[in-house]
């Protein structure tokens, strides 16, 4: 293993669409935390939102190094840590719960009452504490790419999200019949895990090129939908019954692509509003709709523990073409021209590695 430098690149974020990129101390790792060498890190729409607001309730406070999406090798172990050792490749997860509160103990993780997040992917080095070290740190398969197992923490959201599906409810007559709103990287991710499982997948997006990838990933068929809502009826002529789907998905966070979810599905069907509307957001609510017609509204937030597992074991399949959303490659110094690349949507994700000072030193 090469020393570990007393320095590293990384990108501070500052304030809303404020980002520095600084020197920073390498951290040395204590009693049961790990130090671990950043060797792929992923862009997604949550790092859009932290980066245009400048922080998140929630997440982090600015300025801090920021990313969230990560595989890694580790550098080094502080004391106390067995379950890893110096050069194993591993995926940390952005999130650790307590394991000893009430929601812990009945398998809702994702909700702990003491639930701590991890940033700081965008750099050379993250520390891992201590909790995340016992509860969410996980090694990589022989066979997976860092680039590919650094989409495994949104991949494990979106397992979290068809698991809130109760699609074996729906699957009676065969493939169950889902919509996805959005062509996004989660939009796109569950229409490939979908696909894996058998369903038929309808992606609706007005995005072109986004429905073409999704067809790549597996999706039945593709709808081109304007923006700004109104599209359920066509939603629903789009369907096999022409009744609507008996499971949509919303992976947008756009409230009027909520309410086209809530009318897109059939009698007896389930919504789940999985994209994250910005805080203090409402919309109307078809109450005639929703009782008469027997329809469960769900919202989905997060992933769990097992579901890392769960998304790392997928990701390892030669078959889940996840690596079609790995659209761009930057360095450190670069992560502000790449999140505006996702924020133009010329990208669905950047694949953030290495400081582009290390390769000029190298090169010279």
Not at 35 to 40: I, P, Q, S, Y
Not at 151 to 173: F, K, M, N, Q
Not at 247 to 262: C, Y
């Amino acid at each position: 293993m090469s020393s570990i430098p007393r320095s590293m690149r990384a990108a501070v974020l500052t304030g809303p669409e404020q980002i520095e990129v600084r020197d920073v101390a390498v951290p040395v790792p204590g009693p049961g935390e790990i130090l671990v060498r950043v060797e792929a890190a992923t862009t997604c729409g949550t790092d859009v939102k932290v980066f245009r607001r400048g922080g998140h309730p929630r997440m982090l406070t600015v300025p801090t190094v920021f990313g969230h999406e990560i595989a890694g090798t580790v550098s080094q172990v502080g004391e106390g840590v067995e379950a890893v050792s110096a050069g194993d490749r591993v995926v940390v997860a952005n999130s650790a719960p307590c394991g000893a509160c009430e929601l812990c103990a009945c398998g809702r993780e994702n909700l702990c009452d003491d639930l701590q997040y991890l940033n700081g992917a965008f750099a050379e080095f993250l520390l891992a504490p201590a909790r995340f070290v016992q509860r969410n740190t996980h090694h990589i398969p022989a066979a997976l790419s860092f680039e590919k197992a650094a989409l495994t923490e949104p991949l494990a959201c979106v397992l979290h999200g068809i698991s809130a599906c109760d699609l074996e409810r729906y699957g009676a007559h065969g493939p169950v019949e889902v919509v996805v709103f959005g062509g996004g990287p989660i939009g796109q991710l569950f229409v490939a895990a979908l696909a894996a499982e058998g369903h038929e997948v309808i992606l609706a997006d007005p995005n072109s090129a986004r429905l073409k990838v999704g067809e790549e990933l597996g999706a039945a068929k593709v709808l081109k939908i304007e923006r700004g809502g109104g599209q359920d009826e066509r939603i629903r002529g789009a369907s096999k019954s022409g009744k609507g789907a008996w499971v949509a998905i919303d992976a947008t966070g756009v409230p009027e692509v909520w309410q086209d979810a809530i009318q897109s599905v059939r009698p007896g069907g389930l919504v789940n509003l999985f994209g994250g509307c910005a805080p203090g957001t409402t919309i109307p609510l078809d109450t005639h709709l929703l009782h008469y017609s027997e329809i469960t509204v769900k919202g989905v937030y997060h992933h769990r523990p097992s579901l890392i597992v769960e998304a790392l074991a997928l990701l390892a399949r030669p078959d889940f073409r996840a690596e079609l959303l790995l659209t761009g490659r930057a360095s450190i110094e670069d992560t502000e021209k790449a999140l505006r690349g996702m924020m133009a949507k010329d990208q669905l994700k950047v694949v953030i590695s290495g400081s582009s000072k290390e390769r000029q030193e190298i090169d010279e």
